[in-house]
């Protein structure tokens, strides 16, 4: 940990040091570099905050040790009455495991959808109460702290578990966020595979970024729950077109419950 400790405040030092240079600037009024200095003040934060699933302020994993063709898959954004179910039923289907990186405030609201996921045999794991993707990257310790807690109090209180995994709304963590997962026990997750569905659903599109990107130990990310112009259903169907693919190359899906790997 003390690496990151360093790295974080070599980050915070290096910002420091260019807002001195852009106020100091300020003082000579003719050809002022102030804006220069002062928007590379920022950049040392920003940088690997905005950069999904970046390791520079804290420990990420992106990949796990696989022993065979194994790929981890996760499944964000639930739970949701229109979409889970369904992909449960595909799940079992194909005797895959998944592990649910699920909203709070969703399970506080279907919390039997919850329950449901556990009694499948799948893993369910914290990704904040509120899922606010437009500001997370710039949470605050308290936030951070109660989107955490509030989420696995609502996992707890549905499905009688506590999660030890925990993943960023879109994979933006700044240094808050990496101090307070550590705090928390948790560990962070980010992903090596993603189709991007989170912000459009072409399901050829989805499967064919997954797969060019599917191989040994990869952590492959996808989404449930509304999204527009998408049909209910759709994410269900996409599901059984990847296992099928993941089959015809003799992958297997594993949900790890413990660190056993590797990238930080
Ligand atoms: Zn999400």
């Known amino acids: 940990m003390e690496k990151y400790l360093i790295r974080r405040a070599a980050s915070g030092l290096i910002g420091a040091a260019f807002l001195a240079l852009a106020l100091n600037s300020s003082r000579h009024e003719l050809h002022s570099p102030f804006i220069f200095y002062f ?15 970046c390791g520079w302020l804290g420990p990420v994993r992106r990949r796990f040790l696989a022993a065979r063709n194994e790929v981890w898959l996760t499944i964000d954004d639930g739970p949701n009455p229109h979409e889970t179910p369904a992909i449960l039923d595909v799940l079992s289907e194909h005797h895959a495991k998944a592990t649910f990186f699920v909203v709070g405030k969703n399970v506080a609201r279907w919390p039997h959808l919850a329950r449901m996921i556990i009694e499948r045999g799948h893993s369910i794991q914290n990704h904040t109460f509120h899922h606010r993707s437009a500001t997370f990257w710039a949470a605050t310790p308290a936030v951070v702290r109660r989107e955490i807690a509030l989420c696995n109090e609502a996992i707890f209180a549905a499905t009688g578990t506590t999660p030890t995994q925990f993943r960023s709304p879109v994979g933006m963590a700044n240094h808050f966020v990496h101090a307070e997962v550590e705090k928390a026990g948790l560990e962070l997750i980010g992903w090596s595979a993603s189709g991007n569905d989170g912000v459009a659903h072409n399901p050829a599109m989805v499967l064919e970024k997954i797969l060019r990107r599917v191989n040994p130990g990869a952590i492959v990310l996808l989404h449930e729950g509304p999204l527009r112009g998408l049909a209910v259903g759709e994410r269900a169907r996409t599901l059984w077109a990847l296992l099928v693919a993941l089959e015809s190359r003799g992958f297997h899906t594993v949900s790890p419950m413990t660190g056993n790997d590797t990238h930080s």
């Open 39 to 53: 928007l590379l003040s920022g950049f040392p934060i920003l940088l690997p905050t905005l950069w999904r699933n």
